[in-house]
């Protein structure tokens, strides 16, 4: 069971566009059918400068951000059944409570049981496990991994393999498990097709990763930053594009080099002028383009009607469509075994309180995945 307030360290976001503060946090002990967990690895991700920046209309502050994250199971609340102390376990943004209609039905993994207290910052129970200098901290997607302890409800938490390397397994709370699904389970990607991935960043390369393990036989990476082209096509694009070279819209670009258009397409940047582009580069008739990226606040998409009339498709997706507890295990063994990359996806790896710096790194697009060892 629960013992008392861990002390420790966390990076606070204490207002918008603040560089993150490594502070001494309390972390209260997890309340019925919560959990605590030490965390061990964590990676920045656009979502969380996405919210430091203000332009979140659900970002709260003071907040603890991350929510790419793994570690082991400190304590539990009562009720808690599904895992125990020294667990190993990746929190997930997304939960699982396997209650909901949206549990209950196959063809979504969006779970609403704390969809509205997440929202808030607060646990279930509307109150936070976290103070700093006297003040509440408020929580983080349901996860706030950028801190030694955290306290994520029990339908949060994925119980993984123990032999798994948190420094890497982290990244499958995010990233690359939505960009893996979004070809495999939302695009349901088809041997032999052929498909465009724009934004050549963490989850456009996931994208690419799961279209190849698909069969895909053509896939083209879209990206501005051609620096990005060679993991690109490490990680199986077939070939890569600039929007930049060609005076025509990249969509009729991408028409005359595919005769018609892409089957799949994916936007994995959150640009909405980028989304309309990925959909009008589908092909007539049958042509798929998933939406992956998160644009900002209010922004709205168009296009022509006549687009849909004549065949084609426009999806979105969150967390890659997987139902979260039920699959992170099985991502985490399909890596063990070699069938997923995610190694690759790491290209530094700093101490905690050099956490600023990931941000730099993202921000640069000198990074695909920045891990932060706590």
């Known amino acids: 069971m ?34 605590r967990i030490k965390i061990v690895a964590t990676a920045v991700c656009h979502t969380d400068a996405y919210t430091l920046s203000g332009a979140d209309p659900e970002g ?21 059944t599904k895992v125990k102390k020294g667990d190993t376990v990746i929190p997930l943004y997304i939960p ?33 496990r976290f103070t700093c200098k006297g003040k509440q901290i408020y929580h983080f997607m349901g996860t706030s991994t950028f801190s030694e302890y955290t306290v994520v ?21 995010c990233g690359i498990s939505t960009g893996y699904g979004a070809a495999v389970n939302t695009a349901k990607v088809e041997p032999g097709s052929t498909c465009a991935v724009f934004g050549l960043g963490g989850v456009g390369l996931a994208v690419i990763m799961g279209c190849k393990i698909a069969g895909a036989s053509r896939i083209i990476g879209i990206d501005i930053n051609k620096d990005k082209y060679a993991k690109a096509k490490e990680f199986g694009a077939t070939e890569c594009i600039s929007p930049q070279d060609s005076k025509k819209p990249i969509q009729e670009v ?18 909405v002028g980028v989304m309309r582009a990925a959909l009008e580069a589908c092909h007539k008739g049958w042509g798929v383009s998933v939406i992956v990226g998160v644009a900002a606040a209010g922004q709205e998409i168009s296009t022509r009607p006549f687009q849909l009339v004549t065949g084609r498709t426009w999806k979105g997706t969150a ?56």
């Not at 029990?154 to 709370?173: M, N, T």
């Not at 995610?342 to 921000?363: G, Q, R, S, W, Y």
């Open 2 to 35: 629960a013992s008392g307030v861990i002390k420790c360290k966390a990076a606070v976001a204490w207002g918008a566009g603040k560089p993150l503060s490594i502070e001494e946090v309390e972390v209260a002990p997890p309340k019925a059918h919560e959990v």
């Open 96 to 128: 699982q409570c396997g209650e909901c209609k949206f549990c209950k039905n196959p063809k979504t993994n969006l779970c609403q049981k704390i969809r509205i207290t997440q929202g808030k910052g607060v646990m279930p129970d509307g109150t936070s």
């Open 60 to 80: 709260c502050f003071p907040v603890i951000l991350g929510h790419e994250g793994a570690g082991i199971v400190e304590s539990v609340g009562e009720g808690v």
């Open 319 to 374: 967390f890659g469509g997987w139902k979260s507890v039920d699959n992170v295990p099985k991502l985490v063994t399909d890596y063990m075994s070699k069938k997923i990359k995610v190694d690759e996806f790491v290209t530094h790896t700093l101490p905690f309180d050099k956490i600023n710096e990931a941000f730099e790194l993202m921000h640069s697009g000198k990074s695909i995945r920045t891990v932060l060892k706590l």
């Open 153 to 173: 409800a029990d339908i949060s938490v994925a119980k993984i393999d123990a032999a798994a390397p948190l420094d890497k397994v982290c990244l499958l709370g």
């Open 254 to 271: 991408l028409v005359e080099m595919t005769d018609g258009g892409v089957d799949y397409s994916f936007e994995c940047i959150g640009n």
